[in-house]
């Protein structure tokens, strides 16, 4: 027995045999059945949208039901699109095999893995004989024809397990002329019947694009999309959740939670803690539910309130105060590393500095100079932020000469000017405690993680309905699983169309037609739950200390608290 | 049903139900029977050590066997010391109640609370009537008899999770006679039989100095020391490991890997990760055997070879540009937090600059002053060191004036350095890769976890064992758990004299005996052991992912590599 040498931990091992429960749908024969076409969508798509997805207009969101249930009198079998096979599957009747691609796009997200296992269950149960091609590093694996065969010998080392490293992932986006070309040679040159695309808002906007393109060039290539991220701001009416986000946040909960044991048992720290979400801040809202923190800053508050860095001090250093009177000298206090876009005041000072910094005849390097250009307002900011954050906004540009904000540790940055109010106050006599704070970023170690029991079944489930989008012939949607209140078995599946999701915003000057992010909901089930709790979380001392993820015994189904609020359960989810 | 407002989550519900296993003997009648006097020590005493501990000197080592068994013959009951009671332990003899008082010293390690509940346990089950009295905040709350009792009703709310809190911890000592004095008459006051002290060398080395003052002065307070330190560099001979140890490698391991996994897919970064371990780097080398990354710098190793910062850098850049070759522009990088201290050169250059700095009479503040007086190796030492680790040591210092080393972020200074020297390489065309680094702190994360089925079995029996210790009158002991390589049933159970332990140490200038910290062994197994594979693990992709700790299920109740090697196991460690 080899105690160190062994490539795989005994976990790892155990994860691989793990077969995650599946749909009951999903295990006989089905039809995929069209949706009445009055079904609510999430946006009305305006003319613009439908002008730039001519092909895609009109496709109906698709369930699948069992071919014994009612709903079979409703089947759709070869609806629109370039649909020629049967849309009943079912292990009965064996079906031609086929050829599908799948990519990874963006950053990773538990589960990842999982959907290309699901994808390959469907091809193998239903389709002897099919292919499953696997692009390498992203989207550009499409472009450079960069690909693996994916077989189960392959697959079965990767089966619930973290990472996307089976093919890797890249950011690419194939919008050119010039490259839709290239996929569509491509996918023409392997006889691919449907390209499957996990990724988040940007990627499934770009596969809608590749799907109106292959339809509109006559390919019989149909795309579907499937939602990731960890962020969890690709979800509406019909996407419950991106995968991923259960498990980033319980990673994430887990060690907020042995922090907070840790500030209570020494007695003597503050923890300010950034956590992943730029846009959205989803994960700082769950991890909140999930550990009880004396302050968790929510961007899309600051932003709608429009409160001023100042504010968000005063506010953090108003509670410290508050509990030192208490003798209370530590806590947590939880950031969405995006927050400073948030913040109205400082997105005006970057939209100046960029402005200035991009001005090359002008040396604006040297802090003094900077300081004789920015306006009186920007200026009054500017001068407000501590001096490492002052050069970090000087100095760390991108390629563009843009000021590069995800570089700027924002927990740092709240930190120092949080112990310079608290001096202030100590100097008029109004604080008179100890303070000293410690800093976090939990961010990547959330990323690859072992999926949860509900991602790794969700992810399986993705992947299963992917497939049979395909041989339905369907295009343009995303694959769904809905009803994900209910134990795994019950989950409805089905797609949703990609341009239902869609809005026109104005990207780099241009009007674009997008996915939506899904930005926290302030009048929202899970803002508002916190909101009557924070004030109680943030004096009493009601920390709460999820632990490490469990995959077997009686704590390892659950799904996360957002899920379930948003979802109108008052039940925590169970997936089995 | 409450959603998320309830304080405690299931998985804390569920732990603190779980009764860890016990060790056999512990489970009926005892007997306390002295080891043979000629038992191998860890240091022979010194006449000095012997000096100072004159009361404890001549005490043996002690087993608690069965009282059915063999053993019984060479019972020792109520041997040296200030014990009057029966040493035989046993249900169906209750033996009059006592009274304990715990303390718990130094940082936070995962299994605290379960010291306390298994000397709980020892009082409830076998001396009725008894009481437990935790000083709260460390030692510092015995001077200010600062306490509470701890009852069943109490210690449920604990059992199995992570944290001080109970009680909380501190890091006073108890060293100058003052303070002795009011040791002595707070513990004579409470009449205390016995005073538990969890802490690491240090902490146990006061309690040595308590247990001999306690008995010089004729009262009959027994002391007993319990090994606690994550850093895992508090055991010998007797004492297979420190508690803590097991669960905060594998809370830090779980990170490791899924960096690993996100390294992996992005093939983008390396990660310098910084882990906990001052003086030892048991920590880093226990992780590098779980997760197989491509570096991990060994304190000891660097100390003992002389290295250079400037080495480690190489060796490092060295890997980097050997597996560019190879296209892998990633990897991960273990660095434990002392490793600058462990640098004779930067030794060297702190020793002058703590001697600069205190010279109060110049003005060393600024940057140039000091390049003019530092001597020229210290000089070429100081330049090396990129601009924000030099602003680090000189205005970040202690009360003292000395340079506070362990705020130096280690992991950015050597990712600092690595990509000057891969720039230099690059214009010597040596490099023409990319090389993208990230930094993490893995620390606080770990201390207040929830313990591994090992530790908490672990604690649990450390405790019950220190309560039979004080009943038997033993004194200047640390309760002690052997043949770890076998299930908990089979542990033998015991208590190892502190005086044992140590060894003289010159500190502040005075010789003192202290109890020696267990450095990494360069011939030892675990050392040894990470030799042999790291060539291979620094240019392969090995990456190995432990997960998260499990509770129950097949990969619940494995302890770590370091134990298992250095108990000469060829078989993972399984305590059930």
Redesign the interface.
Known sequence: ?D??????????E??RQWVPPRPRVLHGPFHIVDESPNAATDTVPSSDVHKAFKHLKGRSAVQLLAASSNGASHTNGASSGAATKDSTNGHSKELPSLRIGIVLSG??APGGHNVIGGLLDYLLERHPGSQLIGFK?GPGGILTKSFMDITEDIMAEFRN?????II??GRDKIEKEKDLEQAASVVKELDLDGLVVCGGDDSNTNAAVLAENFAAKGLKTCVIGVPKTIDGDLKNSQVATSFGFDTACK?YS??I??????A????KYY?FVRLMGRAASHITLECA??T?PQAAIISEEVHQQGKTLADIVDEIADIIAKRAEEGKNYGIVLIPEGLIEHIPQIGALICELNDLLADVTTDVDSHDAVMTRLSTANLAVFEFLPASTRQQLLLDRDPHGNVQVSRIETEQLLLQLVAVELEKRRKESKFCDNFAG?T??FG???????PTNFDAAYCATLGYAAGALVAGGKTGLMATASSLDKPCAEWKVGGYPLIDMMCIERRRGKDKPVIRKALVELEGPVFT?FKQ?RSKWAQED??????????????AD?AN?TL??ELNS???IQIS
């Open positions: 027995m105690l160190f040498t062994a490539e795989s931990s005994p976990l790892q155990s994860r950053g990773q590093n397990l973290g990472g996307f490293h890797g992932s990673v887990e060690q939670g042995n922090l907070m044991m840790d209570l048992s020494a007695k923890h539910l999930q009880h410690l976090h970023y990547y170690e959330g990323r690859c993680s072992f739950a709790m009601c920390f709460r200390s999820p632990g490490p993820i469990q995959f077997s015994g009686p704590n659950g608290f379930a609020l008052n039940q925590p």
